[in-house]
């Protein structure tokens, strides 16, 4: 199988994506990237990479940007050293894109975390990140869960909003789908934004099929505490690999939530040992079945991981056949090459009904038309008005300087 170079990724895949501000380059400036790629490109990077010195690149720009917020910081001008916070965060972050495997990568990531967490804190609307016990958690998992928490100016608990709570997916942590806060805070909603298992701060064994159950159920008790939520108006939106977690817990959690969204998910295809087979070289930049099975706890063993996957089904350990669930609302594109559409098909024909759309002639995700139907849907969840199209304005975010 030939290897994709740098240079073909970047110029089929990425260029435009920085270049306009959307997924994985949020919050970045297209700028900030053109010494990196030319010197990627310059050295020859092509899969499969290494990793350490893959991230090694990034550094000098994402430490020089650092430098810019933290000058703008102690000059007292906070949009400045917010933004520029920001975009330090991103360049470290495709640094560590898919997923955190090498040392240096892991650095990217703790680096990214820290610039993110202090450039959201200045923004106008402010966002916390809040650190709560994993109460529910076995000896061996993490004690914590760590996660970004935003209430609208004006929030009170005689003024309680409704809380979207935003799951990540494979390689989209928390640091980069706050870009959804603004928002949703213009719109008077709270956001929460977390890591699945297996990725970012999540304390969740990713190997044992039932840690995410427990991960939940410490996150909903500690908002079930939070006297500023509106508790009738709590709902989920999961993205891609997060996707799978949100149709789990739309049955395990069903009492926990108004309603729950799967965009661009899976529950049984996405482990087949066929689809992983050939799955690394389809829509996803990168090596989707190493990453997969990175995430899910098996490190480098992709054999293991392909023959072991189907444990995870959610057809195969009767989740599907449950026949509580709250309103699950399944989006995708039919032509998605990351998890098959045949997945939600598997959704349909199984245990409650569920409500759903796909979109046909789209791939992973069904973007930008998805984003349309979600927003309407939890607009009506919410019981509130909203145009979907003035709330994608704040995504991307523009670098004013």
């Known amino acids: 199988m030939v290897s994709l170079t740098f240079l073909q990724l970047w110029e089929t895949k990425w260029q435009q994506p ?3 501000g959307i997924y994985p380059f949020m919050f970045n400036k ?17 899969e499969p990479y290494d990793w350490d010195a893959y991230a090694q690149v990034y550094f000098p720009k994402a430490e020089e940007l650092v430098g810019e917020a933290e000058k703008a910081e102690q000059e007292g001008n906070q949009e400045k050293a917010s933004e520029f916070y920001m975009r330090a965060s991103a360049v470290y972050r495709i640094s560590r894109f898919p997923a955190p495997r090498s040392e240096k990568q892991r650095y990217a ?7 993110a967490a202090k450039g959201l804190a200045m923004r106008e609307r402010p966002t916390k990140e809040i650190v709560i016990p994993h109460k529910h958690g076995l000896d061996h998992e993490g004690k914590e869960i760590s996660f970004y928490y935003h209430l609208p100016p004006g929030t009170t608990k005689d003024k309680p909003v409704p809380l979207v709570v935003i799951l990540t997916g494979l390689d989209g942590y928390r640091t980069e789908l706050a870009v959804w ?17 297996g990725t970012g701060d999540s304390p969740a064994d990713p190997k044992d ?3 995410p159950e427990r991960e939940w159920s410490s996150l909903f008790d500690w908002i079930d505490e939070q006297a500023e939520v509106d508790h009738k108006k709590v709902a989920l939106w999961a993205y891609s690999t997060g996707g799978y977690y949100a149709i789990r817990l739309a049955h395990t959690h069903h009492d926990r939530l108004a309603g729950v969204v799967a965009l661009g998910g899976g529950c049984h295809h996405m482990f087949d040992e066929r689809w992983l087979s050939s799955v690394n070289h389809l829509e996803y930049p990168f090596d989707l079945a ?18 072991e996957a189907m444990k995870f089904s959610l057809v195969n350990d009767g989740t599907l056949d449950k026949t509580q669930c709250t309103r699950l609302l399944l989006v995708n594109g039919v032509d998605d090459e990351i998890f098959p559409i045949d997945d939600y098909y598997e959704c349909l024909l199984r245990g409650a009904t569920k409500e759903v759309r796909f979109l046909p002639g789209l791939k992973h995700m069904g973007e930008p038309q998805s984003f349309f139907i979600i927003l309407n849907w939890l607009y009506k969840l919410f019981g509130m008005e909203g145009n979907p199209a003035d709330q994608l304005k704040t995504i991307p975010s523009r670098p004013k300087y």
């Open 30 to 46: 297209y700028e900030d990237f053109v010494p990196i790629v030319d010197e990627l490109i310059k050295q020859g990077f092509k």
């Open 209 to 211: 099929i039932t840690s």
């Open 181 to 197: 806060i603004e928002g949703w805070s213009q719109k008077g909603v709270g956001v929460i934004v977390l890591e699945i298992p």
């Open 109 to 115: 990531w703790q680096e990214g975390k820290k610039a």
């Open 18 to 20: 920085c270049k306009m």
């Open 290 to 307: 190493n990453t997969l099975a990175y995430k899910w706890g098996y490190g480098d063993d992709l054999e293991t991981f392909k023959k």
